[in-house]
């Protein structure tokens, strides 16, 4: 049940980078939440597996961080490498 809640946050930390973030016209409407889900999950699964409590405060502020910061980071980098990508291929349609 935990589990569902972490990914929860997951969802709601994906979807706040996706709103907050300038480049949400460059990638699907999911793709940010959905990196935010699993991120959140796998973070939290490897430090279960890891022997941390369920139940303890940490996991979840650890866990919850974790999905932050990989959907803003991954966010940034989609956007980023898209428009580079965009660019070159609108350059060499025009030549």
């Known amino acids: 049940m935990e589990l569902l809640f972490v990914m929860l946050f997951g969802i709601a930390a994906g979807l706040a980078a ?3 973030l300038p ?3 460059q990638h ?9 889900t699993i991120s959140a ?3 939290w699964l ?8 369920w139940d303890g405060g940490w996991i979840w502020v650890v ?3 974790a999905s932050v910061v990989v ?3 991954l966010d940034l980098l989609i956007g ?11 350059t060499s349609l025009g030549a």
């Not at 699907?28 to 935010?36: C, E, K, Q, T």
């Not at 490897?46 to 409590?53: E, I, K």
């Not at 980023?80 to 609108?90: E, I, Q, V, W």
């Open 28 to 36: 699907g409407s999911m793709l940010v939440p959905a990196i935010g």
């Open 18 to 20: 996706r709103y907050a």
């Open 80 to 90: 980023t490498l898209r428009n580079a990508k965009d660019a070159a291929m609108l």
């Open 63 to 65: 866990s919850i961080a």
């Open 71 to 73: 959907s803003v980071g």
């Open 23 to 25: 480049w949400r016209l």
């Open 41 to 43: 999950a796998v973070v």
């Open 46 to 53: 490897a430090l279960t597996w890891l022997g941390w409590a």
